[in-house]
């Protein structure tokens, strides 16, 4: 298997994940805004819509977009990162899943871009109202997104959360926030990926 992944962006998670299976595809770098990959290939010949993560697996199929990478990868060894045969935690997993990236991710992704003045502050106050609503949900004191097991959604959390410091974006208000990002950030599967992808010191 080839993981498609650029150093530090939602293709982490499945670093991660791999990590906590005690798994390791071949990892191959890629540029995503020159869509060039480490061994000189036309990324978008990999994924036609130019993004990471893409899983390339051993057959040649190629997986892209997160919400069906991660549980594909959780799949490898059942019940490890995600709940296996009970329909309503499998439901959860993916409505974990797709808030992330479609809500919590899209609602970070404009500040790479930069966005000053007016422009940032509408988007803060869009990013807001998720951040509100994570803020909540680990608000009755559960330390993984799904409850009391690490599962491929707090992969994914930790990797979207941990943007904001880049973009001054503090979670001093937010405790619940500010304590997940810390504790899902000492796992050793996490500190190993940061560290695979230079990020370590940064983070
Ligand atoms: N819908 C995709 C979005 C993935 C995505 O936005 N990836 C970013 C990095 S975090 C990327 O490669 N952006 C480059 C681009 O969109 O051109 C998913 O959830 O997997």
Redesign the pocket.
């Known amino acids: 298997m080839k993981l498609y992944y650029?150093p530090g962006?939602?293709?982490m998670a499945s670093r991660i994940v791999f990590n906590e299976l005690g798994q390791q595809p071949e990892f191959v770098r890629t540029d995503?805004y020159a869509k060039r990959t480490e061994d000189g290939r036309d990324f978008r010949e990999i994924n036609p819509l130019?993004?990471?993560?893409a899983l390339e697996l051993d057959g040649g199929e190629v997986l892209?977009?997160?919400?069906a990478i991660l549980p594909y990868i959780a799949s490898l060894k059942p019940g490890a990162v995600a709940p296996s045969g009970d329909a309503l935690a499998e439901a959860k997993l993916h409505q974990a899943l797709a808030f992330l990236?479609s809500e919590l991710?899209k609602a970070f992704?404009p500040f790479f871009g930069k966005p000053e003045g007016a422009a940032r502050e509408a988007l803060l106050k869009r990013l807001d109202t998720r951040l509100d609503y994570v803020e909540q949900h680990f608000g009755d004191g559960r330390e993984y997104w799904l409850g009391d097991d690490f599962t491929v959604a707090d992969a994914l959390a930790f990797v979207i959360l941990s943007w904001a410091g880049h973009f001054g974006i503090s979670y001093a208000d937010r405790p619940n926030i500010a304590r997940y990002v810390e504790r899902i950030g000492r796992r050793e599967s996490v500190r190993k990926a940061l560290e695979a992808e230079g990020l370590l010191q940064a983070a």
């Open positions: 650029s962006a939602c293709s995503i130019g993004y990471v993560p892209i977009e997160n919400g990236s991710h992704g």
